[in-house]
């Protein structure tokens, strides 16, 4: 399962890593965040090593939510070398985020 990140971590984990980092905004009461929920689990056993694949429950941690702009979720938001390089609004297939990371870590 993906790290769980929070206002404690975030920038720890986030923003001081040396590899790429996705890090998926969600809820449990949103219905397109549990549909990409799984995928993020997969992607996070798929690229261990590789990179940080991490989630942020935005009803715990509502400073991270509010620094990064999150309105809408599921939001996934690709970090390198500390800064916003990509992001993904919406649900979207697995591939879609494969291709982004794979295109952080080459």
């Known amino acids: 399962m993906a790290l769980e990140l929070n206002d404690n971590n975030f920038e720890e984990v ?8 996705l890090v998926d905004f969600w809820a449990e009461w949103c ?3 549990r549909m990409v929920g799984p995928v993020v689990d997969e992607l996070y056993k798929e690229y261990e090593g ?9 009803d715990n941690n509502p400073e991270i939510s509010m620094k990064f702009g999150i309105r809408n ?19 979207a297939p697995k591939s879609a985020l494969a291709s982004k990371l794979d295109a952080l870590i080459n």
Do not use: R, T
Request: net charge positive; hydrophobic share 45%; aromatic share 6%.
């Open 14 to 21: 986030v923003l001081k890593s040396d590899k790429p980092v």
């Open 31 to 33: 219905g397109p965040c």
């Open 50 to 58: 590789k990179a940080i694949i991490g989630k942020v429950n935005v």
């Open 73 to 91: 979720i599921p939001a996934l938001l690709y970090f390198k070398n500390g800064e916003v390089v990509d992001k993904q609004i919406g649900a």
